[in-house]
């Protein structure tokens, strides 16, 4: 089916994306993989080309569009071209619109022009050791001294956690914490007290970084508070919609390049004498894959139509991303059977999306959480 939420400014945008990834991405994406983290250039790079802060007002130097369209643009190329590890998404999709919708006149004069230059790159910092999938866990805690708030705690597995200039950090600002004592603090690089801990080994997205945080004792100005005081799970639920959304569009862009690379070796594979594809059950498995990932892409499509006109509940979000996500993961493991031996090695792409993907099913909340959502908003 001919895709239709796209207009000729979109396939422009996508034609930038391309020679930005042949230009800037690809030739040093396996030197990224082997650091464990990408260059600082590059995010400079992808800030000259005006691929930051697409949502952004023109006047801090964005792009000054909620057009989601563009940004499930960026998420279908940047996986298609296997490259997760420079986190555009994360910091565009999943980070700026608590910096655009949240900050004041003086945060964002402050924060936008780097966020979207590239200078600044940015982190969330929800995750604890102790809690992940249940916020209300977090321990990470301020207290109010004045003209500054007091942090202390620790969060784990955080994107960008080593290259992050600003971390939005989720902390305590009450004493039992939970729904209403939650509140978003932006941390500055170089501010005292606060220490980036490992790289941690991951088993794909090897360019990504991903880091433990350590706040000890850290001053973090009163004017760094992001949002509503105890406001932070009330903002979180806000932003999250999006952040699943754009992992959903991420992993059905997956899918759908997995099949057509599978379908073109089945093509050329040959078992016994004959190509693979002349083998009924490889004939199926392609002829299912492909039903699944037409039936989800009508879905995403519409998903991204509303988001754009501002129309995307949570439920739906939830829905995108566990549904999405669960198919790339069923998607990648039988492409992977299809390519036999050479699915394993890592030279291959099937290989490398098995495990880079591997992760969408847990991150920006499990497929059990996301069914959690529906479920309670169906059933109460
Ligand atoms: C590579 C990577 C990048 C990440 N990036 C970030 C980041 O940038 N910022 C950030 O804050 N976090 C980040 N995370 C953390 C991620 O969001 C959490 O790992 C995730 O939310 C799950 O939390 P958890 O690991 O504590 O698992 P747990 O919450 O301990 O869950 C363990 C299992 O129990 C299930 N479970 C939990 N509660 C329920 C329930 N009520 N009903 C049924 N099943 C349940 C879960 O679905 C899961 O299967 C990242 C994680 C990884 C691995």
């Given at each position: 089916m001919k895709r239709q939420i796209f207009a000729p400014e979109h396939d422009a945008f996508r034609e930038t994306v391309r020679s930005f990834l042949a230009r800037e991405v690809l030739p040093y994406y396996e030197q990224w993989e082997q650091d464990g983290i990408v260059s600082r250039e590059a995010w400079r790079a992808a800030g000259k080309q005006g691929l930051?802060?697409?949502?952004?007002d023109e006047e801090y130097g964005?792009?000054?569009?909620?057009?989601f369209r563009y940004s499930a643009v960026l998420a279908e190329e940047f996986t298609r071209a296997g490259?997760?590890?420079?986190?555009l998404g994360l910091h565009n999709d999943i980070i700026g619109p608590y910096l655009t919708?949240?900050?004041t006149e003086e945060q964002k004069r402050r924060w936008l022009p780097g966020f979207c230059d590239g200078s600044l790159i940015t982190a969330i910092a929800m995750t604890e050791p102790g809690a992940g999938s249940d916020?209300?866990?977090?321990?990470?805690h301020a207290e109010d001294r004045g003209d500054h708030w007091l942090l202390n705690g620790s969060k784990t597995f955080i994107s960008n956690g080593i290259l992050a200039d600003l971390v939005i950090v989720v902390a305590?600002?009450?004493?039992?914490?939970?729904a209403h004592g939650l509140s978003l603090l932006v941390v500055e690089r170089g501010t005292e007290g606060f220490e980036r801990g490992r790289n941690l080994d991951k088993i794909?997205?090897?360019?990504q970084d991903t880091a433990e945080l350590f706040f000890h004792d850290v001053h973090v100005p009163?004017?760094?508070?992001?949002?509503?005081?105890?406001g932070a799970f009330v903002h979180l639920m806000t932003n999250l919609a999006q952040e699943r959304l754009s992992i959903a569009v991420a992993a059905i862009a997956a899918a759908e390049h997995l099949l057509e690379i599978t379908t073109e070796y089945v093509k050329e594979r040959e078992a016994f004498g004959r190509p693979?594809?002349?083998?009924q059950h490889i004939r199926f498995e392609i002829a299912e894959m492909a039903t699944e990932c037409a039936v989800t892409r009508a879905f995403l499509d519409r998903c991204i139509e509303d988001h754009s006109s501002g129309g995307l509940d949570a439920v739906h979000a939830s829905m995108a991303k566990w549904w999405a996500t669960e198919l790339q993961k069923r998607v990648a493991d039988r492409c992977l059977q299809l390519h036999g031996?050479?699915?394993?090695?890592?030279?291959y792409p099937v290989a490398r999306a098995f495990t880079d993907g591997r992760i969408q099913t847990i991150y920006g909340g499990t497929t059990e959480i996301m069914k959690e959502i529906i479920g309670r908003s169906l059933l109460g």
């Amino acid at each position: 089916m001919k895709r239709q939420i796209f207009a000729p400014e979109h396939d422009a945008f996508r034609e930038t994306v391309r020679s930005f990834l042949a230009r800037e991405v690809l030739p040093y994406y396996e030197q990224w993989e082997q650091d464990g983290i990408v260059s600082r250039e590059a995010w400079r790079a992808a800030g000259k080309q005006g691929l930051l802060g697409l949502a952004a007002d023109e006047e801090y130097g964005g792009g000054g569009t909620a057009d989601f369209r563009y940004s499930a643009v960026l998420a279908e190329e940047f996986t298609r071209a296997g490259a997760p590890g420079l986190a555009l998404g994360l910091h565009n999709d999943i980070i700026g619109p608590y910096l655009t919708g949240l900050a004041t006149e003086e945060q964002k004069r402050r924060w936008l022009p780097g966020f979207c230059d590239g200078s600044l790159i940015t982190a969330i910092a929800m995750t604890e050791p102790g809690a992940g999938s249940d916020l209300q866990g977090i321990r990470t805690h301020a207290e109010d001294r004045g003209d500054h708030w007091l942090l202390n705690g620790s969060k784990t597995f955080i994107s960008n956690g080593i290259l992050a200039d600003l971390v939005i950090v989720v902390a305590k600002t009450t004493p039992e914490g939970g729904a209403h004592g939650l509140s978003l603090l932006v941390v500055e690089r170089g501010t005292e007290g606060f220490e980036r801990g490992r790289n941690l080994d991951k088993i794909g997205q090897k360019a990504q970084d991903t880091a433990e945080l350590f706040f000890h004792d850290v001053h973090v100005p009163k004017e760094n508070l992001l949002g509503e005081l105890h406001g932070a799970f009330v903002h979180l639920m806000t932003n999250l919609a999006q952040e699943r959304l754009s992992i959903a569009v991420a992993a059905i862009a997956a899918a759908e390049h997995l099949l057509e690379i599978t379908t073109e070796y089945v093509k050329e594979r040959e078992a016994f004498g004959r190509p693979l594809a002349t083998k009924q059950h490889i004939r199926f498995e392609i002829a299912e894959m492909a039903t699944e990932c037409a039936v989800t892409r009508a879905f995403l499509d519409r998903c991204i139509e509303d988001h754009s006109s501002g129309g995307l509940d949570a439920v739906h979000a939830s829905m995108a991303k566990w549904w999405a996500t669960e198919l790339q993961k069923r998607v990648a493991d039988r492409c992977l059977q299809l390519h036999g031996g050479y699915g394993y090695m890592t030279d291959y792409p099937v290989a490398r999306a098995f495990t880079d993907g591997r992760i969408q099913t847990i991150y920006g909340g499990t497929t059990e959480i996301m069914k959690e959502i529906i479920g309670r908003s169906l059933l109460g």
